[in-house]
């Protein structure tokens, strides 16, 4: 940042953690040793305490390694901000900032670590924005995403977007905007896999030929009457299930619903309930790379 002389300048910062392994120095592991930590929902392993690394168990090292991991973040995060503060910007009067992550960390949730589930634990993250304009000490609670930073960031800069891009600009929800009138009223993601292998068709885009792309899930969220709902396809079953489920459906799909404000660890399934929810979530799903969730049961 000390070597960019232009006005007008855009940085993209990329931390390397909380990741796994999850290592950390002996001064960040020091720092949260003796701390009470959530202990994992859903889970065999229900030990809370940060303790001493000597015996600890291995599941609750990494929750308290995870969150030494956090404190130096926040720590680095502050260094940027001060080489842009010693450039004389500000978030008070040049400068937009927005600190976000790409996924989150099951942490033994459901008895699963790592990420690429479609549980909250992995896929709730952070959106925190910063700068001229932007209300401060507030906060939207509508389905985000995070694909939509960039087009957000090229409304703040005032830039052209590319004629391809499909990422909508949240700029009016950030100033103040109802949030009814929100850019996304669906917001959609997944988890993409290769089936390896002679693809079936020769005249195969590019990008498929390494292998026949795929899902593993997808999933919707929306709000319904002002709640945010979350709609999980798996093909086949989904893997770590919170909730009992049952066998997938005659097609091979497994379909759950969820109420991610009152149930937020995604631990009972109201699809029976709300069955005009789930349909109308289902529908949203596109369907492509094989992918056939948003086709109606048989």
């Not at 973040?73 to 001060?82: A, I, M, P, S, T």
């Not at 600190?99 to 993250?125: C, R």
């Not at 409304?155 to 590319?162: I, K, L, T, V, W």
């Amino acid at each position: 940042m000390t070597r960019v002389c232009a006005d007008r300048w855009f940085l993209s910062v990329s931390f390397a953690g909380p990741h796994d392994p999850f290592a950390v120095t002996a001064q960040m592991a020091a720092a949260v040793t003796g701390r009470d930590w959530p202990a994992a929902v859903d889970s065999d392993n229900k030990t809370p305490l940060c303790e001493p690394a000597a015996g600890a168990p291995s599941h609750a090292r990494v929750r308290c390694n995870y969150a030494a991991m956090m404190e130096n973040l926040d720590r680095l995060f502050g260094v940027v901000l001060d080489a842009a503060a010693a450039r004389g910007n500000s978030v008070d009067r040049d400068t937009v900032v927005c600190f976000f992550s790409d996924h989150g960390e099951m942490l033994n949730d459901h008895n699963y670590t790592d990420k690429s589930q479609p549980w909250q634990g992995a896929i709730a993250v952070p959106l925190v924005c910063a700068g001229p304009g932007i209300r401060r000490n507030a906060s939207v609670d509508v389905p985000m995403a995070t694909v939509d930073i960039g087009a957000t960031m090229l409304d703040f800069a005032g830039a052209e977007r590319d004629s391809g891009m499909t990422a909508l600009s949240f700029r009016g929800l950030l100033e103040g905007a109802d949030p009814q009138t929100r850019n996304r009223t669906v917001v959609l993601s997944g988890l993409q896999s290769y089936d390896f292998g002679a693809p079936p068709d020769p005249n195969m885009d590019i990008y498929d030929k390494f292998g026949v792309l795929t899902y593993n899930f997808r999933l919707a969220v929306a709000e319904f009457d002002g709640t945010p709902y979350k709609f999980v396809c798996c093909k086949g079953r989904c893997p770590g299930a919170p909730s009992p489920v049952g066998k997938p459906d005659a097609d091979g799909y497994t379909r759950l619903l969820y109420d991610t404000a009152a149930d937020p660890f995604d631990m009972h399934d109201v699809k029976a309930k709300l069955p005009h929810v789930a349909e109308k979530l289902r529908a949203a799903l596109p369907v492509e790379h094989g992918f056939k969730c948003s086709r109606a049961a048989s």
